[in-house]
């Protein structure tokens, strides 16, 4: 598609009519981070969430499923520190911040989206969210995104903006997103915190329509350590004030949207992969002519997965019978007979497997490839037309150390 | 079951008429350990197999299925330091080493089960192994099994050896087994390497029976890593000599013979568990009240393979919310509404939450708990009568230490 489109500063506040704050409140006694993120349009919006699909789910998610039913919202809020999950008052607690919030925003609680990330199963105070928002409302501000970015970070080691200017019809749009990672990511809805936001004119209907072909693709196709979180979350805010013509239909104007808001999220799912907890690589696989698509993403995601091949990586060994292991027990149907496995960087290009046997490769040009921070690893099935792409890191050290002691 | 069961000695050599052996012959140059085993029966036995089910799979699963079709067997043959998968020659290798191994025992090719574990996808020489089968035959002996466990390990670091003596009908019979790990572990038949004799009488098609039935329960529920091997085997020759009356029908004497054999292959599934790659503990899981079966395993090996989790408990950290977490996104139908969980060790017990939302308990006593090598955790979902147990191990840095440079 021809879409004129560039990357552009401001993250969530690039959009036009979205102010954005940070600040620290005090939920986790003892840490100086900030901890509560809002993110405000001057105006109602359509909104549209996906949810993670765990069995065990966070109480905001439950709040926000009923306040954005009607397809409109207008702020976002969002502590760290605690997930407010597993908790008996949890359902009061998030549905409070919304009310706390509301009144001193001037809006109704129920165009508010509730999110929580941290540690399960310990109650969350309201106390410090109520005292912290008033300084929080007043704090809002144009410029606000990336203290915002900061207040939603648990052991995330950047900060992950993305915004993009396209045209629609010869109007300018933007859409900006945030999001956090970097433990509990795995497939399967949100693998993670992400709020975004648009000017862009578009339907509640057509809006969720773009974020969930969208999702399946970009933040679905994303694994730090195969464990789907219980809080995972993305919003999409549009607000209207690039006063397009609205979008409330199929056609060429809502593609453009669409392919803007894949841009915009595939960016945030490799920014997720790379910021993996404890992560010093970002692994991209693609898989090519598989039978199905929905092979294809299971492949990609087996490969980008398997703690043996991410330990590999990280110790920069071409280790391609770990990805043939990986890509065989993946369970759907597909035929193992004619693989080829390559792995590239911006050191190069060595092929490995071709027919699911080895090829002699030099070990010195592999060793050099491996040793650039993003790894591209291309299988080839032979067996179909359907490809997909999956994003991941290595499994290092740190990912130990940072998970052992998370919680104390 | 009233069954009269005792533990002993002897590994694959306890049950008579088997003699084991292992020696190196230099699969892998430079390396000083044994790397060729072999388990011989001094008469024909029955036999039974179970296989990785993963698509991509070594060229000795593909002989081996060819030579057990018959039900019959009469050695097992195994290499390490190689895989002999993905090579292009790997069916070729795999049955010359049968040939081998049969002209040396006086034996037909077709008798011999053969095994291969190590590194996928470099080529297998033959040379080491025709050259050294003159020498390990032999060395076969009645305490051959040692040397023959210490032949096929790879990255295990300690040997894993079971015997058990029992009585059918006032005759005693006995079963030895011995087992490799310890990385690529993961449900879905074997999960590693596992090779068991028995001189009990009993036709082939009753022992497979008990073999399949009894791998759901014991080596199937074992996780390590999530990676299902390329080559995991496990095999059973029964060759009568206890002469106790032939176990051809189903009743008593066959329900006898498959609870001992569960014996022993839940002992070798806790050892494998315990020495996964890097680990310092072994964490049990048992799920109880469960809707299914199927729910039931599909949580406990969800739980034991949580990459969080597994990092908690290294950790010592009693963060019980990554088990409410894990339990939570098992892809099985079930409520998540009335969870109990509770962990336990020879330190005591710990409940740590109660309808899926947390208790307060001491986080002094946890730690205690948590100090001990075998851990305990007790998932209660109050939504039916089904049970099971999964055996894992805990994440550690040496887990990726280990992988990060294994080919090399």
Known sequence: MDLDLRYIDGGVCAPKGFQAAGIRCG??????????????????????????????????????????????????????????????????????????????????????????????????????????????????????SGDATEAIMTTDTFKKEVAVEFVIDGVPCRIGGIAKGSGMINPNMATMLC?????????????????????????????????????????????????NKPIDQEGRPHDMFTQALFLVLQKLAAMIARDGEGATKLLTCTVKNAPTDEAARAIAKSVIASSLFKAAMFGRDANWGRVLCAVGYTPVAFSAGDISVSLASDSGRVDVCEHSHGLPFSEEKAAAVLAEEEIQIDVDLHDGHERATAFGCDLTYDYVKINGDYRT
């Open 195 to 243: 709020f975004v936001t648009t000017d862009a004119a578009i339907s509640p209907a057509l809006l969720q329509q773009s974020l969930s072909l969208v999702v399946k693709d970009t933040l679905n196709m994303v694994c730090v350590d195969g464990d789907t979180s219980t809080n995972d979350m993305l919003s999409v805010l549009a607000n209207g004030q690039a006063k």
């Open 27 to 144: 939920i986790r006694p003892g840490k100086t981070d900030k901890d509560l993120a809002l993110i405000y349009s001057k105006t109602k919006a359509s909104a549209a969430c996906v949810y993670t699909q765990n069995k065990v789910f966070g109480a905001p998610i439950t709040v926000t499923r009923r306040h954005v039913e009607d397809g409109i919202a207008q702020a976002v809020l969002c502590n760290s520190g605690n997930a407010n999950t597993c908790n008996e008052d949890g359902i009061e607690v998030a549905s409070s911040m919304c009310s706390y919030a509301a009144r001193e925003l001037g809006i109704d609680n129920h165009d508010i989206i509730v999110a929580s990330t941290g540690v399960i199963g310990q109650p969350l105070p309201i106390e410090p969210i109520a005292n912290g928002l008033p300084a929080l409302v007043e704090a809002l501000s144009e410029t606000g």
